[in-house]
């Protein structure tokens, strides 16, 4: 079982759906259609100040990177994370924009993109492909599978990046986690992921 807190977190829930009270009903439960049933997966992504994302970066190596402020904007979440050296020091990681069509790289390393570069496109469908404007090469969205990570083995949504020729950088992207695995030139790795409720 993967080691997080992920129920606790508050998340910007994407294509989730109400569901009636129990108590309100005392006729048995039918099946759900499968016409009615979600054709995409459900992602959220975690939107609380203080949650942290801690990655295995190979060779005894780590990474840590927490969420330091959250903004609202014209219907968006704008999520900033830093990293936290090992000395305590935070630096600027990267601000997200994040809505139902997607998750969109609006500023990394201190530097803004003059084009947010949407790195996760909602809904997600495998097969559907895009251009990533000003960043060079197309994204698409691979199948939804089980990847191992050390925090365990995650339900996550793969999306490839062909940023040269022949060259692709693969991320998978879970419901609740984010990021939990990229596979490339760099290779990072979910290690462990905690988000305070309070």
Known sequence: M???TTWLC??????SA????????HAAAAPVPKHLMPKEPRFAYPARVGATW???LGNKQESTRQISKVEEKDGEKLVTTEYVHADGKRSHHMTLSVSDKGVYLVAEHGSTYPVPWCIFKLPHKEGQT???EGHGGDMKSGPV???KTPAGEILA???DWECNPGQVVSYWY???FGLVRMSGPVNVSLKSFTCDSK
């Open 145 to 147: 599978e089980k990847v």
């Open 174 to 176: 879970a419901d609740g």
């Open 18 to 25: 109400s569901l009636p009270d129990a108590a309100a009903s």
């Open 54 to 56: 801690v990655y295995d």
């Open 157 to 159: 949504a793969r999306v």
């Open 10 to 15: 508050l998340s910007i829930a994407i294509g």
């Open 130 to 132: 895009w251009t990533t």
């Open 2 to 4: 993967p080691r997080f």
